[in-house]
């Protein structure tokens, strides 16, 4: 039996093999959720909404059909606690750990199958790579639940229940999960500020993406006098990052100055705006229920969410890097340049093209599931569609509140959204095809009009 599983995971490539062990991970963690330990007395979970729930917590969005603080027991917190590590730090990383602990030789097969999950263009110091990104989330994962668990004591009764919602509250800002055991997000905390900063350092961590992070702290860690230069992709994803929060929170300000925001003071508007713009990235949090802002304001945050967090993170969308080139190349057009600068460096085309790939193809794909969901859910208005869609496509967790009330057929649009948003668009793309083969021969050339 061993023999044939071997025969054929040789055949698949890659990318198969990595949708294939989020495949299993997601028919693992539903079990998970079923087992009668994960369950509270009396709590009732259906196949489909276990189903969901593990889709939505293996791709880390945070969309969920049921309360987890109703329906998961103490035991059950931890499991699920455990699932969101499995999208948050990723399937090969944990299964490096697992090779590394086993002392099992990790050969070429393996590190490209870590290679595709980091979506890494070199098979050059992965392991090492693997190492120092679960160090670095576990490590920022126990001083996040140390410094909430402490704090919350002035929130709940006892000690377990404050380390316990400190624990769950540190994974999930931390792996972006948007999941929360308070039963109303972080909206008890609208007014404390102390609590929002520290899911926001949280949640920017698992989003700005695993290389930033480990060039930073090669960064800080550097002998003093010693130059450093941060990569390209560092400094791309940074900026951007940071300009489409800052964006986020100054489009929350206009378009909420004589809405939500009419009477409230000039700290809470600018926590309100902050907060929800940071957690478009992919964190799925929220201070407050985001069906009462207004509808310039929900579409705005349906394109953030659309455009999602950086590569090689926690979090899904077409990725902010895509986003920058796509903008740099319309930029470069218009002031009549071939080639895309900066930074004193020049993009490749073949980056180009693989952004316009990734952009057109989601596109493609959250239009039709917004036309299949508009039609299968006649019940709610297009824009609470839009914004579902876009999502569970950014791998988000932020909702005007239908996912419960969604159809079966509904529920399974929105998890095969989640899934793709979590693989990312090329390994969707690539997810039905085998190694790829050099062209033998070429056809003469024609320009086509375009536009």
Not at 56 to 65: N, Q
Not at 108 to 125: C, V, Y
Not at 360 to 373: D, N, R
């Amino acid at each position: 039996m061993k023999f044939r599983a071997t025969k054929i995971t040789e055949k698949l490539s890659s990318v198969q093999i990595i949708v294939l062990y989020y495949f299993f991970a997601v028919v693992l963690s539903t079990i998970l959720l079923l087992l009668p330990i994960t369950l509270k007395d009396g709590a009732d979970l259906s196949f489909v909404d276990a189903l969901f729930t593990a889709a939505s917590a293996v791709s880390v969005t945070g969309l969920s059909t049921i309360s987890i603080s109703e329906v998961l027991s103490t035991p059950g917190i931890f499991i699920f606690a455990f699932i969101l590590q499995f999208g948050g730090i990723g399937i090969m990383t944990l299964g490096t750990f697992v090779w590394l602990l086993m002392r099992k030789k990790i050969g070429l097969r393996e590190r490209k199958l870590i290679m595709t999950d980091q979506n890494q263009s070199t098979l050059s110091g992965l392991v090492q790579l693997m190492k120092q990104i679960l160090l670095l989330i576990l490590t920022i994962e126990a001083i996040g639940a140390i410094i909430l668990g402490i704090y919350f004591l002035n929130y709940f009764p006892t000690w377990q229940e404050a380390f316990l919602q400190g624990f769950f509250a540190s994974v999930s800002a931390t792996t972006n999960a948007g999941f929360d055991i308070t039963g109303e997000s972080l909206i008890p905390f609208a007014q404390d500020y102390f609590v929002q900063l520290i899911n926001i350092i949280l949640l920017i961590i698992g989003a700005i993406g695993f290389p930033v992070l480990i060039e930073l702290r090669q960064f800080l860690t550097q002998k003093s006098g010693s130059p450093f230069r941060f990569s390209l992709f560092t400094k791309i994803t940074t900026v951007t990052f940071f300009a489409l929060v800052v964006l986020g929170t100054m489009l929350i300000i206009l378009f909420e100055y004589n809405n939500f925001f009419a009477g409230k003071s000039w700290h809470e508007s600018f926590f309100y705006a902050f907060f929800q713009s940071v957690t478009t990235r992919n964190g799925g949090l929220a201070t407050m229920d985001i069906s009462e802002f207004s509808t310039p304001t929900l579409l705005s945050i349906c394109v953030l969410m659309f455009i999602g967090a950086s590569p090689s993170s926690v979090g899904g969308g077409i990725r902010t890097t895509t986003f920058a080139i796509m903008m740099l190349s319309i930029f470069t057009y218009a002031k009549g340049k071939e080639s895309i600068k900066i930074f004193n460096r020049e993009i490749v085309p073949e980056d180009v093209i693989k952004s316009y790939i990734v952009i057109t193809t989601a596109v493609m794909i959250c239009s039709v599931a917004v036309i299949a969901l508009s039609y299968i859910e006649s019940a709610f208005s297009l824009l609470e569609i839009m914004f579902e869609v876009c999502s569970a496509f950014g791998t988000t967790g932020l909702s005007m509140g239908i996912t419960a009330d969604l159809s079966p057929l509904g529920k399974i649009i929105i998890v095969a959204l989640m899934f793709i948003g979590r693989i990312g668009i090329f390994s969707f793309l690539f997810l039905l095809r085998g190694n790829p083969t050099k062209e033998k021969y070429h056809y003469p050339k024609e320009r086509v009009i375009i536009g």
